[in-house]
């Protein structure tokens, strides 16, 4: 079974936020022909999609092209509302967690279970979060993403590591994915955002989780996985181990070196080059790394899984990121297809 475990949604529509909630700035969707829409954010465009992102036929056509079994389909970040209120941040999740249900049910008859979803939850409040999780899941979502931080508060911050020790008492996998980039104010020319600023969010992420002690208060069971192969961490892990053995003050709370607490969590594939896969697979290990494409967005893998098909793995490693290691980590069964 081929599985890509990390896609992006958006709804075609849902009801104007500004309205419901007073306010500015909420996203938005402005249908602009067939099948084209522009993401807004308040009275400003954001960015030109096509309705790959809400069709699901159109999915499981491109699905079928590259030879892809299941998707695992999460929300675009731009609609996560951490800035929020927390219950209006909580009414627009649960909002979009349905949306989300409804673009995978749309997948019947003989695609049945081909199209899967991760909710979303307000994180900048633990208890509704911890809530809405558990609600997504009981009603069909197999895991949750969140983003990489909620303002100034990392992925070692106490409340988001409630919410984790939640998730792995209840068997729901978190992919953590990046958004709101730190230096934005200079990385707002040539897409460096995302190009920079997001691969040094997540290894950010993982490096606050070792060295504030987050992963020793966690437990072995919770699955956890960072998009983007892990950002900038695997190339420059070296760098943090040998700060952590020769200053005192690169220690922070953690047990033991940064590179134990390697199998501790999963990465995606999303690294476009086969140089830096096989270098993922080396420090990560052959069972910790999952295809994920970023569709159907341009940045994103184009042919899905050319990447690892390409990488000569060998066939066992190869049929674990196309599919086995996602398959387990998710509790994904092969669809009827
Ligand atoms: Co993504």
């Not at 349905?98 to 695609?111: F, N, T, V, Y």
């Not at 200079?186 to 600023?197: A, L, S």
């Not at 569709?295 to 994103?300: K, R």
């Amino acid at each position: 079974m081929i599985i890509d475990m990390h896609t992006h949604f958006v709804p075609k529509a849902w009801p104007d936020l500004a309205a419901r909630f007073g306010g500015d700035g909420w996203p938005g969707i402005r249908h602009t022909g067939p099948g084209k829409a522009m993401l807004t954010v308040g009275a400003r465009d954001f960015r030109p999609v096509h309705s790959a992102l809400w069709d699901a036929a159109e999915r499981i056509e491109a699905m079928d092209r590259d030879g892809i079994d299941v998707q695992v389909m999460c929300a675009t970040p731009f609609l996560f509302g951490y800035h929020r209120q927390p219950d209006q941040a909580a009414s627009c999740a649960e909002m979009f967690n349905d949306a989300a249900l409804e673009i995978c049910a749309a997948a019947s008859g003989p695609q049945a279970g081909r199209l899967r979803a991760l909710c979303q939850v307000p994180l900048q409040d633990i208890d509704l979060a911890c809530r809405e999780v558990t609600r997504a899941a009981k009603s069909g979502h197999i895991g949750v993403q969140i983003g990489n931080h909620v303002g100034l508060r990392n992925m070692d911050d106490e409340g988001i590591v409630t919410f984790l020790q939640h998730c792995a008492g209840e068997n729901v996998p978190v992919l953590v994915h990046p958004w709101d980039m730190m230096g934005a104010d200079r990385t707002k020319q040539y897409m460096m955002g995302w190009t920079v600023g997001m691969p040094a969010e997540t290894q950010l992420s993982i490096v606050a989780m070792i060295l504030g002690g987050a992963f020793d208060r966690l437990p072995l069971d919770l699955k956890l996985c960072f998009a983007h192969g892990g950002g900038s961490f695997a190339f420059l892990l070296g760098r943090l181990e040998n700060a952590w053995h020769n200053r005192d003050i690169a220690r922070g709370k953690s047990a033991h070196p940064p590179s134990h607490y390697c199998d501790r969590f999963s990465v995606d594939s999303a690294v476009f080059d086969p140089r830096a896969l096989r270098l993922l697979i080396d420090v990560m290990g052959e069972d910790r790394v999952m295809l994920g494409s970023d569709s159907p967005f341009p940045l994103g893998e184009l042919q899905v899984g050319r990447l690892i098909r390409e990488c000569a793995l060998g066939e066992a490693t190869q049929s674990k990121l196309m599919g086995g290691n996602a398959a387990r980590f998710f509790g994904i069964e092969s669809p009827a297809h």
